[in-house]
């Protein structure tokens, strides 16, 4: 079990540019979770999959970002057109079906716009 | 909206001492879940507590739930430097995305 892996740990670009994070979540892991955390604050949902199906979308997740999952294994989170508020660290977590299952959070992806 | 409230959100406490960190969650939900992050690492799962007067212990941590008052308890006895990180609860709303608190930021002093 090597646990929820993003890539890349870190990321720099100017506003305007695009950007896209991978999660590979644990292997037997069919839920999958992406948040967004600022500095001093708790993470915020913004979208989660069962398998390869996005079954849910916070109104955080604006026409900008786009989330997918198309083999049921990793999944991508794309942003177009970065914004200075789009700075963040993004957590990807997963979990096993079930209402008492704890998600697993990777080590995020720090995200810094210039 | 879900809501969901932390008290402290800073504590400074010496070593040996014992503490409580409240949360607090504005609409009924019967699954709660506690975290701790240390800096620049992710969230590391604590216990997940399921029903009305669920109490789990793990070392000298230990949370509680009580629906009714919508109410987590964690509890820190005897504290240890090792404790000192930002500990978070978050709660589930039928969905499955997690609504989190703003965390307790703790320190724990030798």
Not at chain 2, 4 to 21: A, C, D, R
Not at chain 2, 40 to 55: I, P
Not at chain 2, 92 to 105: R, Y
């Amino acid at each position: 079990d090597t646990g929820v892996s993003q890539d890349p740990r870190h990321k720099i670009t100017k506003r305007g540019q695009n950007v896209t994070f991978r999660c590979d979540p644990i292997s037997e892991h069919n839920r999958l979770y992406w948040y967004r955390q600022t500095l001093g604050q708790g993470p915020e949902f913004l979208t989660y999959f069962q398998n390869e199906a996005q079954l849910e979308k916070s109104r955080l997740l604006s026409d900008r970002f786009s989330a997918e999952r198309p083999k049921g294994s990793f999944s991508t989170l794309e942003i177009q057109r970065t914004e200075q508020g789009d700075s963040a660290m993004y957590l990807c977590a997963s979990s096993l079906e079930g209402w008492n299952q704890p998600q697993h959070f990777g080590d995020g992806t720090r995200l810094s716009i210039l | 909206e879900l809501k969901v409230e932390q008290n402290p959100l800073f504590l400074s406490m010496q070593e040996g001492k014992n503490y409580t960190i409240y949360c607090n969650y504005s609409t009924t939900s019967d699954r709660l879940y506690w975290y701790r992050q240390d800096p620049g690492k992710s969230l590391e799962s604590l216990f997940v507590l399921l029903s009305n007067g669920a109490v789990k212990q793990e070392g000298r941590l230990m949370a509680s739930l009580d629906t009714k008052a919508r109410l987590s308890t964690l509890h820190i006895t005897a504290a240890v430097h090792d404790l000192s990180a930002t500990y978070f609860c978050a709660v589930n709303l039928g969905s499955d995305g997690l609504t989190f608190g703003k965390g307790t930021h703790l320190i724990i002093q030798p």
